[in-house]
Protein backbone atom coordinates (compact mmCIF):
# COMPACT_ATOMS: atom_id res chain seq x y z
CA UNK A 1 0.00 0.00 0.00
CA UNK A 2 1.75 3.44 -1.01
CA UNK A 3 3.06 5.50 2.13
CA UNK A 4 2.40 8.81 0.37
CA UNK A 5 -0.86 8.86 -1.61
CA UNK A 6 1.02 11.34 -3.76
CA UNK A 7 -1.82 12.49 -6.54
CA UNK A 8 -1.03 14.17 -9.72
CA UNK A 9 -3.62 15.82 -11.45
CA UNK A 10 -2.67 16.35 -14.96
CA UNK A 11 -4.65 18.80 -17.28
CA UNK A 12 -3.81 17.90 -21.51
CA UNK A 13 -4.78 19.93 -24.25
CA UNK A 14 -3.93 22.81 -26.72
CA UNK A 15 -5.94 26.40 -25.09
CA UNK A 16 -5.25 27.57 -28.93
CA UNK A 17 -7.67 24.96 -30.30
CA UNK A 18 -10.80 26.16 -28.14
CA UNK A 19 -12.41 23.18 -26.26
CA UNK A 20 -9.28 20.90 -26.74
CA UNK A 21 -7.63 22.85 -24.11
CA UNK A 22 -10.41 21.80 -21.25
CA UNK A 23 -7.88 19.71 -19.12
CA UNK A 24 -5.49 22.70 -18.96
CA UNK A 25 -8.67 24.91 -18.33
CA UNK A 26 -10.44 22.52 -15.61
CA UNK A 27 -6.57 21.87 -13.63
CA UNK A 28 -6.19 25.55 -13.85
CA UNK A 29 -9.47 25.77 -11.97
CA UNK A 30 -8.24 23.28 -9.44
CA UNK A 31 -5.40 25.33 -8.40
CA UNK A 32 -7.13 28.31 -8.36
CA UNK A 33 -9.34 26.63 -6.08
CA UNK A 34 -7.14 24.39 -4.03
CA UNK A 35 -3.93 26.17 -4.11
CA UNK A 36 -2.28 24.06 -1.20
CA UNK A 37 -3.12 20.92 -0.70
CA UNK A 38 -0.67 18.09 0.67
CA UNK A 39 0.50 15.17 -1.18
CA UNK A 40 -1.73 16.65 -4.70
CA UNK A 41 0.22 18.45 -7.88
CA UNK A 42 -1.78 19.83 -10.14
CA UNK A 43 0.15 19.88 -13.56
CA UNK A 44 -0.77 21.62 -16.66
CA UNK A 45 0.47 18.87 -18.95
CA UNK A 46 -0.53 20.98 -22.35
CA UNK A 47 -0.46 18.69 -25.59
CA UNK A 48 1.96 16.05 -23.74
CA UNK A 49 5.45 15.46 -23.60
CA UNK A 50 7.80 12.70 -22.85
CA UNK A 51 9.16 14.96 -19.85
CA UNK A 52 5.92 14.32 -18.35
CA UNK A 53 6.67 10.71 -18.21
CA UNK A 54 8.86 11.28 -14.75
CA UNK A 55 6.23 12.89 -12.97
CA UNK A 56 3.84 10.30 -13.56
CA UNK A 57 6.27 7.33 -12.27
CA UNK A 58 6.84 9.43 -9.07
CA UNK A 59 3.22 9.28 -7.57
CA UNK A 60 1.12 6.73 -6.21
CA UNK A 61 -2.27 8.28 -7.95
CA UNK A 62 -3.44 9.81 -11.17
CA UNK A 63 -5.72 11.85 -12.88
CA UNK A 64 -5.80 13.19 -16.21
CA UNK A 65 -8.20 15.75 -17.35
CA UNK A 66 -8.63 15.88 -21.39
CA UNK A 67 -11.04 16.91 -23.64
CA UNK A 68 -11.94 13.24 -24.93
CA UNK A 69 -14.46 11.61 -28.13
CA UNK A 70 -16.70 10.14 -26.40
CA UNK A 71 -19.12 10.28 -28.98
CA UNK A 72 -21.76 11.92 -26.41
CA UNK A 73 -23.64 15.39 -26.67
CA UNK A 74 -20.88 18.36 -26.56
CA UNK A 75 -20.10 18.98 -22.80
CA UNK A 76 -20.40 15.33 -21.03
CA UNK A 77 -18.05 14.41 -18.86
CA UNK A 78 -17.37 11.10 -18.45
CA UNK A 79 -14.74 9.17 -16.03
CA UNK A 80 -13.01 6.06 -16.74
CA UNK A 81 -10.95 4.54 -13.53
CA UNK A 82 -7.97 1.96 -13.24
CA UNK A 83 -8.58 -0.67 -15.64
CA UNK A 84 -11.57 0.78 -17.91
CA UNK A 85 -9.21 3.94 -18.49
CA UNK A 86 -6.03 1.21 -19.93
CA UNK A 87 -9.40 0.29 -22.42
CA UNK A 88 -10.82 2.87 -23.51
CA UNK A 89 -7.35 4.74 -24.09
CA UNK A 90 -6.24 2.07 -25.95
CA UNK A 91 -9.41 1.67 -27.95
CA UNK A 92 -10.09 4.90 -28.55
CA UNK A 93 -6.80 6.77 -29.57
CA UNK A 94 -7.43 10.31 -31.15
CA UNK A 95 -6.08 12.41 -33.37
CA UNK A 96 -4.48 15.19 -31.94
CA UNK A 97 -2.06 17.54 -31.46
CA UNK A 98 -0.17 15.84 -28.80
CA UNK A 99 3.56 15.30 -29.33
CA UNK A 100 2.96 11.35 -27.45
CA UNK A 101 -0.32 9.74 -26.74
CA UNK A 102 -1.11 9.28 -22.93
CA UNK A 103 -0.85 5.64 -23.60
CA UNK A 104 2.87 6.34 -24.76
CA UNK A 105 3.61 7.79 -21.00
CA UNK A 106 1.54 4.88 -19.28
CA UNK A 107 3.63 2.39 -21.01
CA UNK A 108 7.07 4.25 -20.09
CA UNK A 109 5.75 3.95 -16.52
CA UNK A 110 4.82 0.73 -16.79
CA UNK A 111 7.94 -0.80 -17.96
CA UNK A 112 9.84 1.64 -15.38
CA UNK A 113 7.66 -0.47 -12.88
CA UNK A 114 6.29 2.84 -11.80
CA UNK A 115 2.47 2.64 -12.98
CA UNK A 116 0.36 4.69 -10.51
CA UNK A 117 -1.74 1.88 -9.12
CA UNK A 118 -4.83 4.41 -8.76
CA UNK A 119 -5.31 6.19 -12.30
CA UNK A 120 -8.38 8.10 -13.80
CA UNK A 121 -9.35 9.62 -17.22
CA UNK A 122 -11.66 12.33 -16.75
CA UNK A 123 -12.86 12.30 -20.29
CA UNK A 124 -15.17 15.78 -21.30
CA UNK A 125 -16.59 15.88 -24.65
CA UNK A 126 -15.25 18.60 -27.19
CA UNK A 127 -17.73 21.08 -29.21
CA UNK A 128 -15.16 23.02 -31.28
CA UNK A 129 -11.98 22.25 -32.10
CA UNK A 130 -10.15 24.93 -34.37
CA UNK A 131 -8.61 28.44 -33.44
CA UNK A 132 -9.84 29.99 -30.30
CA UNK A 133 -8.71 31.04 -27.26
CA UNK A 134 -11.20 29.82 -24.76
CA UNK A 135 -13.65 26.82 -24.63
CA UNK A 136 -17.31 27.42 -25.95
CA UNK A 137 -19.86 28.05 -23.39
CA UNK A 138 -20.71 24.14 -22.91
CA UNK A 139 -17.90 22.73 -22.36
CA UNK A 140 -17.08 26.15 -20.00
CA UNK A 141 -19.71 24.83 -17.78
CA UNK A 142 -18.66 21.63 -18.35
CA UNK A 143 -15.10 22.23 -16.76
CA UNK A 144 -16.63 22.38 -13.06
CA UNK A 145 -17.89 19.22 -13.23
CA UNK A 146 -14.86 17.37 -13.79
CA UNK A 147 -13.35 19.37 -11.36
CA UNK A 148 -15.77 18.13 -8.71
CA UNK A 149 -15.46 14.80 -10.19
CA UNK A 150 -11.69 15.13 -9.67
CA UNK A 151 -12.32 16.11 -6.23
CA UNK A 152 -14.09 13.40 -5.48
CA UNK A 153 -11.43 10.66 -6.40
CA UNK A 154 -9.17 12.16 -4.53
CA UNK A 155 -11.30 12.14 -1.03
CA UNK A 156 -12.11 8.27 -2.36
CA UNK A 157 -8.55 8.03 -2.73
CA UNK A 158 -7.17 8.98 0.55
CA UNK A 159 -9.88 7.04 2.32
CA UNK A 160 -8.86 3.89 0.53
CA UNK A 161 -5.05 4.54 2.16
CA UNK A 162 -6.65 4.56 5.60
CA UNK A 163 -4.41 7.28 7.05
CA UNK A 164 -7.02 8.19 9.05
CA UNK A 165 -7.50 7.74 13.28
CA UNK A 166 -8.64 4.37 13.93
CA UNK A 167 -11.17 5.63 16.07
CA UNK A 168 -13.20 7.67 13.27
CA UNK A 169 -14.41 6.49 9.77
CA UNK A 170 -13.09 8.22 6.64
CA UNK A 171 -15.79 10.15 5.75
CA UNK A 172 -15.62 11.88 9.62
CA UNK A 173 -12.25 12.23 8.68
CA UNK A 174 -12.36 14.07 5.82
CA UNK A 175 -15.43 16.05 6.96
CA UNK A 176 -13.24 17.45 10.27
CA UNK A 177 -9.83 18.03 8.31
CA UNK A 178 -11.50 19.79 6.00
CA UNK A 179 -13.99 22.20 7.17
CA UNK A 180 -16.94 19.95 6.97
CA UNK A 181 -17.17 20.02 3.05
CA UNK A 182 -15.93 17.09 0.78
CA UNK A 183 -14.03 19.49 -1.30
CA UNK A 184 -12.41 21.78 1.19
CA UNK A 185 -9.16 20.38 1.57
CA UNK A 186 -6.14 21.41 3.40
Known amino acids: MPTSNKTLVLGLGNTLLGDEGAGVY???????LYPTINDVEFLDGGTLSFTLAGSIEEVDNLIVIDATQLKQSPGAVKLFEGDDMDRFLG???????????????????????????RRALI??????LDW??????????????????A??????????GDQRPKNRTCAETEMKEHGGGIHEFA
Not at 26 to 32: C, I, N, S, T, Y
Not at 101 to 107: G, K, N, Y
Not at 132 to 149: G, K, L, Q
Not at 151 to 160: A, F, K, N, T, Y
Open 26 to 32: AVRRLQE
Open 91 to 117: SHRKNSVHEVSLMDLLAIAHLAESLPA
Open 123 to 128: GIQPEY
Open 132 to 149: SDAPTDTVARAIPVACDM
Open 151 to 160: MDLISQWRCE
